[in-house]
T-cell receptor, first 115, second 111 residues
C-alpha cells in the first residue's frame, strides 16, 4: 500500500528555472493538497483540490500552479523558481473535503533548494 | 483566523514517564483535529484523528482528547520510550482550504 508518493525527494534549481513536483495517491481520495514547511513558519497551504478538475488557492499560492486531471495525481509546478521558494514541500490527501473529512495522509516530502 | 498554539515548544523526559502534550485553539467551529508526529527530515505521520462530535480517541499508548468549549486538545503518551522522540503537531480542519497547524512540540525521551 503506497499511500502518498512524492517525487523527487531532493532538487536543486537555479533562479528562473521551472520544474514540477509530482504527487500521487492510491487511496482514491477526493482531497489533495500541497504545503510548504519553513523553519519558524510551520506548514502553509499552497493549493488544494477537492476532486478531479477542481483546484483552488491556499494561503501562499503565488509562484505555483496546480492541475488535477485524475483523482490520483496532483502535480505542483514552479513557474520561475526564486530563492524564496527554497523549502520542504509536502503533498497530502484525505477522504472527503468538508464536514465528513477523513484522516489526512502526507507524503515523505520534497526538499527544494533554489540558488 | 484560527490560532493554534502548542506549549511547550520542547520537552525532555526520562524513559518510562507518562506525558501530556497540549494544543490550544481559538475557534471551536472545527470539523476535526488530528495529531501527527514528524521525525527529522521526514514527512508527517498521522497518529490520531478526532472528529468534531467525538471527545477522545485511543491508539495503543496514545490517547487524544478534544474539548471544543475550552479550545483544547491533549495528547497523552503512556510509558514513553526513546522511539517516541519526535516533533508532535496538532492540526485543525475548519473547511476544505482551512487546515491550521500548530508549530509543534519537540519531544526528547532520554534512555
Amino acid at each position: 500500500n503506497a499511500g502518498v508518493t512524492q517525487t523527487p525527494k531532493f532538487q536543486v534549481l537555479k533562479t528562473g528555472q521551472s520544474m514540477t513536483l509530482q504527487c500521487a495517491q492510491d487511496m482514491n481520495h477526493e482531497y489533495m493538497s500541497w504545503y510548504r514547511q519553513d523553519p519558524g513558519m510551520g506548514l502553509r497551504l499552497i493549493h488544494y483540490s477537492v476532486g478531479a478538475g477542481i483546484t483552488d488557492q491556499g494561503e501562499v499560492p503565488n509562484g505555483y500552479n496546480v492541475s488535477r486531471s485524475t483523482t490520483e495525481d496532483f502535480p505542483l509546478r514552479l513557474l520561475s523558481a526564486a530563492p524564496s521558494q527554497t523549502s520542504v514541500y509536502f503533498c497530502a490527501s484525505s477522504y472527503g473535503a468538508g464536514g465528513q473529512t477523513g484522516e489526512l495522509f502526507f507524503g515523505e516530502g520534497s526538499r527544494l533548494t533554489v540558488l | 483566523k484560527q490560532e493554534v498554539t502548542q506549549i511547550p515548544a520542547a520537552l525532555s523526559v526520562p524513559e518510562g514517564e507518562n506525558l501530556v502534550l497540549n494544543c490550544s485553539f481559538t475557534d471551536s467551529a472545527i470539523y476535526n483535529l488530528q495529531w501527527f508526529r514528524q521525525d527529522p527530515g521526514k514527512g508527517l505521520t498521522s497518529l490520531l484523528l478526532i472528529q468534531s462530535s467525538q471527545r477522545e480517541q485511543t491508539s495503543g499508548r496514545l490517547n487524544a482528547s478534544l474539548d471544543k468549549s475550552s479550545g483544547r486538545s491533549t495528547l497523552y503518551i503512556a510509558a514513553s520510550q526513546p522511539g517516541d522522540s519526535a516533533t508532535y503537531l496538532c492540526a485543525l480542519r475548519t473547511g476544505a482550504n482551512n487546515l491550521f497547524f500548530g508549530t509543534g512540540t519537540r519531544l526528547t525521551v532520554i534512555p
